[in-house]
């Protein structure tokens, strides 16, 4: 079965000070992975996906096979990256069938000022 | 506002009692998913829609809810004889399928319906 864990509920940082949500998988095969944030009072929206392997608003992932993890990285937290982190993941597209996420139960990310 | 769109935003209902929502995707989304998420929860996935077909229930889904998208537009969701249990955020999200492999599973979720069962 697949499954996403996200050990910490909360996670709270100084402005400045570098982060990093955990995220580790479970999945038989090859699965693609993302990185949801949910701003207060917004809607959740994709931060990033592993294959574009791309930076964010400052925040890069990279994903481990070998550790089945894909953590997520800001060298400087600031007070605007204040929201709720979900990793989820699909599995590799090849065409046709659904595509749903599996998600973790989120981390809440706190800077303090 | 081109963004998905779900209605109501909440819901209040007594036990026993039916309620639908509603889901619009972004317009030529042909991939329409619904999720539901309890408190401290992620989203858990509920059911998937390829254009007007509904191609995948997960087992979160009883015989109690029903799911639709006629026209392979908007989407409703219903619930019926609603129990405490039911009480969640909804969550409706879409995307488009297309050849391009970075952009091809991006979903777009909507602002969900929040259904509290008394």
């Known amino acids: 079965a697949q499954r996403v864990t996200q050990p910490e509920k909360l996670l709270s940082v100084f402005k400045g000070a570098p982060v990093e949500l955990k995220c580790n998988y479970s999945y038989s095969g090859s699965p693609e992975l993302f990185w949801y944030v949910q701003y207060s009072r917004q809607r959740l929206q994709l931060l990033l996906r592993?294959?574009s392997r791309e930076s964010i608003k400052g925040f890069t992932a990279d994903l481990n096979k070998g550790e089945t993890s894909f953590h997520l990285k800001k060298p400087f937290a600031q007070e605007e990256d204040s929201a709720m982190y979900y990793c989820a993941l699909t599995r590799s597209y090849s065409g046709a069938g659904s595509y749903q996420l599996t998600f973790g139960k989120g981390t809440k990310l706190s800077v303090i000022p | 506002d081109t963004g998905v769109s779900q209605d109501p935003r909440h819901k209040i209902t007594k036990r026993g009692q039916n309620v639908t929502f509603r889901c619009d995707p972004i317009?030529?989304?042909?991939?329409l998913y619904w999720y539901r998420q309890t408190l401290g929860q992620g989203p858990e996935f509920l059911t998937y829609f390829q254009n007007e077909a509904q191609l995948e229930k997960s087992r979160l889904l009883s015989d109690r809810f029903s799911a639709e998208r006629p026209k392979g537009s908007f989407s409703t969701l219903e619930i019926q004889r609603t129990e405490q249990g039911d009480s969640a955020m909804y969550l409706c999200?879409?995307?488009?399928?297309?050849?391009?492999?970075?952009?091809?599973?991006?979903?777009?979720f909507g602002p969900g319906t929040r259904l509290t069962v008394l």
């Open positions: 999200a879409s995307s488009l399928e297309f050849s391009g492999v970075l952009l091809y599973n991006e979903q777009f």
């Open positions: 592993h294959i």
């Open positions: 317009s030529e989304h042909n991939r």
